[in-house]
């Protein structure tokens, strides 16, 4: 519970910084460089979840690491590999993003390095640290774009705002990673197939092809705003999901402390304090999401000057989002701790589908709210069905010094 409160504590002053951030940008970026903005976010989000998370949990999830470390460098050779092969097939994008592409791929790069310095920390459970990673690199960018404000509303642009993100991720990643005793042999083409192939044995192939389709499916609500909406629709979301992303926070916090504890538990004893804990955490989010959908209706026009007026209902659709996700939020940890990756893996597929189908469906109409109405459904069939398989699999498999409960 202490690492829980202390991981949140920090993650809620750092998402208080980047929301109070994503308000004033909000205000001063022109909504067409606003949607662009959001976009190349996207497209980092995809990237770092579909490379990054997957190297990382499978890092946190290895049951012992490589003397010296020569796996960890191994495992940030191969991320930089493939984001750059990602890079040369994404440049048909240049037409769309211009210049800025370039910048995003920089972005996704700096995001890849920060994460691994973080999962570093959090492998090691030195939440304090992981912690710190966090806030450093939003105070950071926060003085970073302040400056940008501070020199005129002509320098607010999705480039430039881009640029200084890049560098607020790079310097702190260089602060966390430089005293860390670097195997850079490691990184080198035989060092990084070789680990390749022995991450690629037995059920991680299944793992490493989850989090592939999780990046794109975390992030299907805006390609399809940007495939059949248009740049209001997705800058209306993308304001929307800035408020919601600070509500969110509290996912990360569990998710971060869950998954290294899940692995580590011995007893189903153990299990069920864990989840009883998580129980009295949702009760008090679930009050915070209902405070916090009741005051969108004054607080967001009040942000954004009415700039946005529909991302008032999308918010709240994502407010209820929020809460399914929390309150199964423990269950696909303890699926990776039982390798269930396969199962993992059909479910995100079907689930990807149904999110395109319904998002094809309703946005058109609906805009915004009807992406974030795809987003809750085809998410919370997700959640669901992984709380049912977890609970069939603590009954059936628990630990070996204790028998299964009936």
């Known amino acids: 519970m202490r690492a829980v409160v202390q991981v949140l504590s920090f993650d809620l002053m750092a998402k208080v910084i980047l929301g109070v951030l994503g ?16 976009f190349g976010l996207a497209l980092t989000a995809f990237v770092a979840q ?8 499978v890092h946190v999830l290895s049951a012992s690491a490589a003397p010296n470390g020569r796996h960890e460098w191994s495992l940030l050779g191969l991320q930089a590999t493939i984001v750059g092969v990602l890079a040369v097939l994404g440049l048909p994008l240049v037409a769309d993003l211009g210049a800025a592409y370039f910048l995003v791929v920089l972005l996704v790069l700096a995001s890849c390095l920060s994460d691994f310095a973080k999962t570093c920390c959090q492998r090691d459970l030195q939440f304090f640290r992981f912690s710190m990673i966090e806030l450093a690199r939003a105070l950071l960018f926060f003085g970073g774009a302040a400056t940008l404000i501070a020199i005129g509303t002509g320098a607010v642009s999705a480039p430039s705002v881009i640029a200084i993100q890049t560098v607020s991720l790079l310097v702190v990643a260089w602060v966390a990673l430089h005293r860390r005793s670097a195997t850079w042999q490691a990184t080198g083409p035989a060092a990084m197939a ?5 991450l690629l044995r037995g059920d991680y192939a299944f793992l490493f092809a989850y989090f ?3 990046g794109v499916f975390t992030q299907t609500d805006i390609f ?7 740049a209001d629709m997705l800058a209306t979301y993308g304001s929307a999901f800035r408020y919601y992303s600070i509500l969110s926070l509290a996912l990360g916090a569990v998710h971060a402390v869950l998954l290294p504890t ?3 538990l011995s007893t189903q004893a153990e299990l069920r ?18 405070v916090a959908g009741w005051l969108a209706e004054w607080a967001i026009p009040w942000v954004d000057a009415g700039k946005y007026p529909d991302a008032v209902l999308s918010f709240r659709i994502l407010c209820v989002s929020a809460v399914v996700s929390f309150a199964f939020s423990p269950y696909v940890n303890l699926l990776m701790r039982f390798e269930q990756f396969g199962f993992l893996l059909g479910l995100i597929l079907a689930a990807l589908a149904l999110h395109v189908a319904l998002s094809g469906a309703l946005i058109p109409g609906f805009g915004a709210a009807g992406a974030a109405t795809a987003t809750l459904v085809s998410a919370a069939v997700v959640t669901f ?16 010094d204790e028998p299964a409960t009936p």
């Open 262 to 264: 899940i692995q580590k």
């Open 385 to 400: 069905s992984i709380f049912l398989k977890s609970r069939g699999l603590a009954i059936a498999a628990p630990a070996p």
């Open 194 to 198: 070789r680990y390749g192939r022995e």
């Open 224 to 230: 399809m705003l940007k495939i059949v909406g248009d």
């Open 273 to 290: 304090a864990v989840l009883a804990m998580h129980r009295r955490v949702l009760a008090l989010f679930g009050v915070v999401a209902l």
């Open 23 to 38: 308000i004033v940008l909000i205000r001063y970026m022109p909504a067409e460089e606003y949607a662009d903005y959001v």
């Open 50 to 57: 579909s490379v990054a998370a997957t190297f990382n949990r």
């Open 212 to 214: 592939f389709v999780l």
